[in-house]
């Protein structure tokens, strides 16, 4: 079965670099989740989308910004890259919002 | 405000033993779910389980096994017979409030709890 494509798996930034990640929810998904996990942190919750509509806004810093294409993918986009931004981020996408997420293998962002 | 908390933040056993971990939440929603995710070495985040508030059934599924309980806010879960690949870290996690302008995809993770199975 199809799961939740997340690029790239690895991502190198230096401070104050931009970084973009991508997220292919399942097919016939309409509803996208980012998650942060910092090193040895539990998932934080950061943003989400419904029909291309954000829905939801967690502890997404005023930096990063997201949203949802025409074609249900989605892109996170960070800026002014601090090292307090290396952590792994998750994409999930569900079905008219409903539950369970499904969640991809993550990117694993290091600013050095 | 919803809250999952997993006292056991590391926990080793040998193969073959039972382990259970535990998680606790709170909530003011009648309606909400509980969710179990394993988060092998690998990184990524595996659905293990949901249940929802209404359905205080036990659940097994071969050596998982979960025991939810409304009285204690206790969503526990307990793998018999333990093997080294179970080795991983388990979260707990609770969905977000949707009659508060919220979404129920808004998981509220505990904090984990790492397991090791010694061979």
């Known amino acids: 079965a199809a799961g939740v494509i997340q690029s790239p798996r690895h991502l190198i930034k230096e401070k104050r670099e931009t970084a973009t990640l991508k997220c292919y929810p399942i097919?016939?998904?309409?509803?996208v989740y980012w998650y942060q996990q910092g090193p040895g942190q539990d998932p934080q919750f950061l943003i989400s989308?419904?029909?291309?509509?954000?829905?939801d806004k967690g502890s997404i810093p005023d930096r990063f910004s997201a949203q949802q294409f025409s074609d249900y993918h989605s892109e996170l986009n960070m800026s002014s890259l601090e090292l307090g931004d290396s952590a792994l981020y998750f994409c999930?996408?569900?079905?008219?919002?409903?539950?369970?997420?499904?969640f991809g293998n993550g990117t694993r962002l290091t600013v050095t | 405000a919803q809250k999952v908390t997993q006292a056991q933040t590391e926990i080793s056993v040998v193969e073959k033993e039972d382990v259970t971990l535990d998680c606790v939440y709170e909530?003011?929603?009648?309606?909400?779910?509980l969710f179990w995710y394993k988060q092998p070495p690998s990184g990524e985040l595996v659905f293990l389980i949901r249940?929802?508030?209404?359905?205080?059934q036990n659940e097994i599924s071969g050596r998982y096994s979960w025991n939810f309980q409304k009285s204690t806010s206790s969503f526990n879960f307990t793998i018999t017979a333990s093997q080294v690949v179970d080795s991983a870290v388990y979260f707990c996690?609770?969905?977000?409030?949707?009659?508060?302008?919220?979404?129920?995809?808004?998981?509220?993770f505990g904090r984990g709890t790492q397991l090791t199975v010694w061979p």
């Open positions: 097919p016939r998904h309409d509803t």
């Open positions: 989308f419904y029909e291309k509509m954000q829905s």
């Open positions: 909530t003011r929603d009648t309606t909400y779910y």
């Open positions: 996690a609770l969905s977000g409030s949707a009659d508060r302008g919220s979404t129920l995809g808004r998981l509220y």
């Open positions: 999930a996408s569900s079905r008219d919002r409903s539950l369970p997420l499904h």
């Open positions: 249940r929802n508030s209404f359905d205080e």
